[in-house]
C-alpha cells in the first residue's frame, strides 16, 4: 500500500483500533516470564527480542505498562509508517530505521535511548529476513549498553499465516498465544559476538517450537 492514497490514509486511522480491539481478546500463557520481569522492575533496561512474523502478539504482549518506557524499532517501509502508528498508539516510543535503511543512525538512536532509561523491543530478523535469521543487532545493543538482553518464543493456537516472507502470523480472536522467554542471555562487555549470536538464534528458534507445542497440546 503506497502513502499519500485514500487507502493508506484510511488504513492509518483505522489499524491500531483493529489491533488493540484483536489483541485484548488473546489468551496469553507466559512461560519462564518472571526473569524478564524481575529485570524491568528492578529498574533494568532491557531488549526483547522476538521474530518478526509474531510481532503483533509480541508488541501487545510487552507493550508499555506504567511508567517504564519502551522503545520499538520501526522500519522506514510504508508499512513501517502504519506499525509505527499503531505501537505509538499501544504507548510505545518509536525509532525509524533498519539494517536495510537507516540502519547506522537508527542504531545509535537506539543507543540513547536505552542509556536515557528506556528498553527496547526488536524483531531480530526483520525487515527482510531471511526468516529466523538473527542479525547482529540485538546482541551488538547488549554489549554497547550493557542492556539485559531477553529473547521471547511465539506462538498462536488459532491463526492466519500471510504469504509474506515472515509468513507473518494474525491470531484469531480470542487464540491461546504462547509466549516462552529466555533466561538473560549472557553479552560479554568485549570481544567479538558470533558466537553469542549464533547461540541466540538456537534460542529463539527452540523457543518458538517450545511456544508452538503448549498451544498444540490444548488445541
Same mark, same amino acid.
Given at each position: 500500500?503506497?502513502?499519500?492514497?485514500?487507502?493508506?490514509?484510511?488504513?492509518?486511522?483505522?489499524?491500531?483500533?483493529?489491533?488493540?480491539?484483536?489483541?485484548?481478546?488473546?489468551?496469553?500463557?507466559?512461560?519462564n516470564d518472571a526473569p524478564l520481569r524481575a529485570a524491568l522492575n528492578e529498574g533494568n533496561q532491557i531488549i526483547i527480542a522476538f521474530w518478526h512474523g509474531e510481532m503483533l502478539a509480541g508488541w501487545y504482549?510487552?507493550?508499555?505498562?506504567?511508567?517504564?518506557?519502551?522503545?520499538?524499532?520501526?522500519?522506514? %517501509?510504508?508499512?513501517?509508517?502504519?506499525?509505527?502508528?499503531?505501537?505509538?498508539?499501544?504507548?510505545?516510543?518509536?525509532?525509524? *530505521? %533498519? %539494517?536495510?535503511?537507516?540502519?547506522?543512525?537508527?542504531?545509535? =538512536?537506539?543507543?540513547?535511548?536505552?542509556? *536515557?532509561?528506556?528498553?527496547?523491543?526488536?524483531?531480530?530478523? *526483520?525487515?527482510? *529476513?531471511?526468516?529466523?535469521?538473527?542479525?547482529?543487532?540485538?546482541?551488538?545493543?547488549?554489549?554497547?549498553?550493557?542492556?539485559? =538482553?531477553?529473547?521471547?518464543?511465539?506462538?498462536?493456537?488459532?491463526?492466519?499465516?500471510?504469504?509474506?516472507?515472515? %509468513?507473518?502470523?494474525?491470531?484469531?480472536?480470542?487464540?491461546?498465544?504462547?509466549?516462552?522467554?529466555?533466561?538473560?542471555?549472557?553479552?560479554?562487555?568485549?570481544?567479538?559476538?558470533?558466537?553469542?549470536?549464533?547461540?541466540?538464534?538456537?534460542?529463539?528458534?527452540?523457543?518458538?517450537?517450545?511456544?508452538?507445542?503448549?498451544?498444540?497440546?490444548?488445541?
Amino acid at each position: 500500500m503506497k502513502q499519500g492514497t485514500v487507502a493508506f490514509a484510511v488504513t492509518k486511522q483505522v489499524l491500531w483500533i483493529f489491533v488493540k480491539g484483536l489483541c485484548a481478546t488473546l489468551r496469553m500463557q507466559r512461560i519462564n516470564d518472571a526473569p524478564l520481569r524481575a529485570a524491568l522492575n528492578e529498574g533494568n533496561q532491557i531488549i526483547i527480542a522476538f521474530w518478526h512474523g509474531e510481532m503483533l502478539a509480541g508488541w501487545y504482549a510487552h507493550r508499555p505498562l506504567g511508567e517504564k518506557p519502551i522503545t520499538a524499532l520501526i522500519s522506514q %517501509s510504508s508499512d513501517g509508517e502504519l506499525l509505527a502508528v499503531t505501537l505509538e498508539h499501544l504507548g510505545f516510543t518509536v525509532v525509524r *530505521g %533498519s %539494517s536495510h535503511r537507516g540502519g547506522t543512525e537508527a542504531m545509535q =538512536l537506539m543507543e540513547e535511548t536505552i542509556r *536515557g532509561g528506556s528498553s527496547l523491543c526488536i524483531t531480530p530478523d *526483520g525487515p527482510t *529476513g531471511p526468516r529466523h535469521e538473527m542479525k547482529m543487532g540485538a546482541v551488538r545493543l547488549a554489549q554497547k549498553t550493557g542492556a539485559q =538482553l531477553f529473547l521471547v518464543g511465539i506462538a498462536a493456537a488459532k491463526k492466519k499465516n500471510l504469504k509474506s516472507w515472515d %509468513s507473518f502470523t494474525i491470531p484469531r480472536p480470542f487464540s491461546r498465544v504462547c509466549l516462552c522467554c529466555s533466561n538473560r542471555i549472557p553479552v560479554p562487555a568485549e570481544g567479538l559476538l558470533d558466537e553469542v549470536r549464533t547461540m541466540a538464534e538456537e534460542e529463539l528458534r527452540t523457543l518458538t517450537e517450545l511456544a508452538a507445542q503448549k498451544v498444540a497440546e490444548v488445541s
